[in-house]
C-alpha cells in the first residue's frame, strides 16, 4: 500500500495544469453532439461537448436549466403525494387559465378566466381576483370576468419638485396586459413543467427552470436534496464549495454519459481552477486566462494587441514566471527539472 501511495504522489514542479487540460481536451475530442431525452421534462438538454463548453465557460444560465426534487419520505413512497408535490410547485400564470385583452379605446384590460382550465390546474377565481387586485384597487367584477382599471401615477416634476399627475395612455394600458398575463397565480416562479419520475428508491419530481429557495419552501420537499443543473444558482445558495462539487458532478456527468473515463483528479483540478477566488469564474478571455499574473501569458491567448497596449501604458513588469511567457522567449519552461537547479561543490584532486 506505501509503494502504491508514493507511486500516486505527484513529483515536485509536475505539470499538472496540462496534463489535466489534456486528460479533458483529448477525450472531448470524441464526444458526439448526440442529444439526450430528459424524461419529457425539457426536451433536448445539452450534453456532451455543449454541455462541457456552457459548464467551463461558467455561463450564467444553462440553455436548459433542470431542477431534481426529492421529497420526504412519506411523499417519496406515493405516486399520488408526488403528483400533488409536482403541482403545487409547477408556476401557473394568468394567461394559463384566462383569456387577457387589452381595450384601448375605453383604456380598461379585460380577463376573462377560463373556468374549466383554471380548474384543472387548481387555481380558483378568488386567487385570480386576489392577483389582480395588485395591480388596481378599481377591479370590478362580474362572474368569470375581471375588468382593471390603470392607477393614475402622481409623478414628481423634475423641475418644480411638485406632484404632477399622470395621464393613462395606451402604451401604459398595453403594457399592463403584459403584465397581467405574465402574473404568477400558483406554484413557484421559474418552476415549470413538473414531471415526477421514479427511480431504484423512490419517487421525485424533476421539473425544467431553477429556484432552489422557492422549492424548499415546500412543506413535502426534502431541503437537503435538492439540486439543479444550474451552477450559478448553487453558488448563490449554497456557497462556493457546493459550487465546487457541482462542478465536479456535472464534467463527471458529461464525461461518463459518453462512456469516456477520465481520473476525477483532473475534473477536480479544473473546479478547484474555477472556484480558488470565492466565485465561479469561466476559463477563458474574461476568467481565468484573462487574468494571468504575466502581460506575455495573456497576450498568447486571444486580444493580444489589447493586452500588451495596456501593459505598456502603465510600465507593467513581466517576471517570466509562467510556462507559456518562457516558451516565447525562447528559455527552459520553469516545470519539471527545469524549475530544479543543482549545485555541486566539486572536490580538489
Do not use: C, W
Request: proline residues 3%.
Amino acid at each position: 500500500m506505501a509503494e502504491r501511495k508514493n507511486k500516486s504522489v505527484i513529483p515536485p514542479f509536475e505539470a499538472v495544469g496540462v496534463i489535466s487540460a489534456q486528460s479533458i481536451g483529448e477525450p472531448g475530442t470524441q464526444m458526439t453532439m448526440r442529444t439526450f431525452h430528459y424524461a419529457g421534462v425539457a426536451e433536448h438538454v445539452p450534453t456532451g461537448l455543449p454541455r462541457l463548453i456552457e459548464i467551463v465557460d461558467a455561463k450564467k444560465e444553462p440553455k436548459k436549466p433542470i431542477i431534481d426534487i426529492y421529497l420526504k419520505s412519506a411523499a417519496a413512497r406515493n405516486r399520488g403525494e408526488a403528483e400533488k408535490v409536482a403541482r403545487d410547485l409547477a408556476s401557473v400564470f394568468i394567461e394559463d387559465v384566462a383569456k387577457v385583452s387589452d381595450d384601448l379605446e375605453n383604456l380598461t384590460v379585460l380577463i376573462v378566466v377560463n373556468e374549466k382550465d383554471a380548474k384543472a390546474l387548481g387555481v380558483t377565481l378568488s386567487t385570480v381576483k386576489k392577483v389582480l387586485e395588485e395591480f388596481s384597487p378599481s377591479l370590478k367584477t362580474n362572474g368569470n370576468k375581471f375588468l382593471l382599471q390603470p392607477v393614475k401615477d402622481n409623478a414628481k416634476d423634475s423641475k418644480t419638485g411638485e406632484k404632477k399627475e399622470k395621464k393613462v395612455t395606451a402604451k401604459s394600458v398595453r403594457r399592463l396586459a403584459n403584465k397581467v398575463k405574465e402574473a404568477l397565480v400558483k406554484g413557484v416562479k421559474g418552476i415549470y413543467r413538473a414531471v415526477v419520475i421514479k427511480d431504484e428508491k423512490e419517487f421525485f419530481i424533476r421539473a425544467g427552470g431553477f429556484n432552489i429557495v422557492g422549492t424548499m419552501g415546500h412543506p413535502m420537499v426534502d431541503a437537503k436534496r435538492v439540486y439543479t443543473n444550474n451552477i450559478k444558482e448553487i453558488e448563490k445558495v449554497f456557497g462556493i464549495e457546493a459550487a465546487r462539487n457541482a462542478i465536479i458532478k456535472e464534467v463527471n456527468d458529461v464525461l461518463e454519459m459518453q462512456n469516456l473515463y477520465v481520473d476525477i483528479r483532473h475534473i477536480m483540478l479544473l473546479a478547484d481552477a474555477m472556484t480558488f477566488s470565492g466565485i465561479v469564474k469561466s476559463i477563458g478571455r474574461h476568467g481565468l486566462s484573462g487574468q494571468k499574473v504575466g502581460v506575455l501569458g495573456r497576450a498568447a491567448f486571444e486580444e493580444t494587441v489589447k493586452h500588451l497596449v495596456n501593459a505598456s501604458a502603465s510600465a507593467e513588469e513581466e517576471n517570466l514566471i509562467g510556462v507559456t511567457e518562457n516558451i516565447i522567449v525562447g528559455q527552459t519552461v520553469p516545470v519539471g527539472t527545469g524549475k530544479v537547479k543543482l549545485i555541486m561543490k566539486r572536490t580538489k584532486k
